[in-house]
């Protein structure tokens, strides 16, 4: 992407907390620059003060369409171009599907997959017509899998997750990299934030304990967000660095047991789902 003496710019949303604070603290200790995106500038005043020139930090509430624009044209103002994009400012939700209004499940894609998406296409020129840059779309192994009571957040995760494997193979002959980042669960305000639907009683045996388990799980989490953020900076070293980078133990474990339930799934049924071709005469 950049020399190795030079300093990659970044751009990350949602910088002030959880996986974004961390991301932000790994690349300036990498000796790079960020523009770090947030609602509340003012959370990261003191951060910026230790770095100055290094740390730039925009309003950004990432529904906002203008804003989004803004933020990127600050980001090339400031260093000149994004070299990062960090696709990171989210939410939790619960509920079963029943139990979430169109309400809900509308801001959960507005801000999980839209807005992503919108801030991709703004950075896509640039990176273009340099040839170089990398997407990373902040995901979540629920990009790759579902429960109960997770409907929405995994909808939106996995739209985004899909929209991120297209656009992969789409810039990969421009000399782009599009990476996924699937963390399980880490010590995050992730679940101390967690917005809830209405619970509807037929769902307490399958939803009722994943909200409990949810919000009393808040700061317990096993997952370590710096060591986190380690390993993306090691995988976006690597000279061909993956498509996707399921984060932690438990991550790993359940997209493996996914894809083993899809495979099983497939051959238990492919003797009457195979050979559906066109008989030609």
Not at 11 to 17: D, E, K, P, V
Not at 193 to 214: C, K, M, N
Request: glycine share 10%.
């Amino acid at each position: 992407m950049t020399s190795a003496t030079e300093p990659r710019r970044w751009l990350i949303t949602g910088a002030n907390s959880g996986f974004g604070a961390a991301f932000t603290r790994a690349a300036l200790a990498a000796g790079d620059l960020v523009v770090a995106a947030v609602r509340r500038p003012g959370t990261l005043a003191g951060l910026a003060a230790d770095h100055p020139g290094r740390l730039t930090v925009v309003p950004l509430d990432v529904t906002d369409a203008e804003q989004c624009r803004l933020a990127v044209q600050s980001a090339e103002a400031a260093h000149g171009h994004v070299d990062i994009l960090v696709n990171n400012a989210g939410f939790g939700t619960v509920g079963a599907v029943e139990e979430t209004t169109e309400a809900e499940l509308r801001r959960a894609m507005e801000v999980m997959f839209f807005a992503p998406m919108r801030l991709t296409g703004l950075v896509l020129p640039g990176m273009r017509r340099r040839r170089s840059g990398t997407v990373v779309q902040v995901t979540s192994m629920g990009g790759l899998l579902a429960f109960a009571g997770v409907g929405a957040y995994c909808a939106a995760k996995g739209a985004l997750e899909q929209a991120g494997e297209a656009l992969a193979a789409e810039v990969a002959p421009l000399g782009l990299r599009v990476l996924l980042a699937e963390p399980g669960a880490f010590r995050t305000e992730f679940n101390g934030a967690l917005q809830s639907s209405r619970a509807l009683p037929d769902y307490d045996a399958t939803v009722g304990p994943v909200r409990e388990g949810l919000a009393t799980g808040h700061g317990t989490q096993p997952g370590d967000p710096d060591k986190a953020a380690a390993a993306l900076l090691t995988a976006l070293a690597l000279p061909e660095p993956p498509l996707r980078l399921a984060l932690g133990d438990d991550a790993v474990s359940a997209i493996r047991a996914k894809l083993a339930r899809v495979e099983a799934d497939i051959a238990a049924t492919e003797h009457f789902t195979t050979g559906t071709a066109v008989n030609f005469p």
